[in-house]
């Protein structure tokens, strides 16, 4: 699978200064441009914004950009992205219970 975000390079003392998850600051960097600053958008995003950075780091995760997080929280300052990363095939099959119709 081929990330579908760009993954810019990112200093970890920004993420570690905003309190913030390295694959969220990646995320963040990634959607900002020229009308909207990483700084703007972790202080203000948008709901837009906001799942553009979750779509993205659930991208990253999934790419082995970064490991997913066991809770599936991924902090963003005071906030969290809660990512729900579906169950392995071995996960489903001890979860899965049979229907007795």
Do not use: K
Not at 81 to 98: C, F, G, H, K, L
């Amino acid at each position: 699978m081929t990330s579908q975000f760009t993954t810019p390079r990112v200093s970890p003392e920004w993420a570690t200064s905003h309190e913030t998850h390295p694959a969220v600051a990646m995320a963040i960097h990634a959607i900002s441009d020229a009308t909207r600053s990483p700084e703007a958008i972790w202080e203000a995003p948008t709901a837009t914004e906001w799942d553009h950075v979750a779509m993205a780091v659930e991208n990253y995760t999934l790419n082995g950009i970064f490991n997913a997080e066991e809770d599936g929280r991924y902090p963003w300052g005071g906030e969290c992205i809660i990512i729900n990363t579906p169950m392995t095939d071995a996960e489903y099959s001890e979860n899965r219970v049979e229907d007795d119709a």
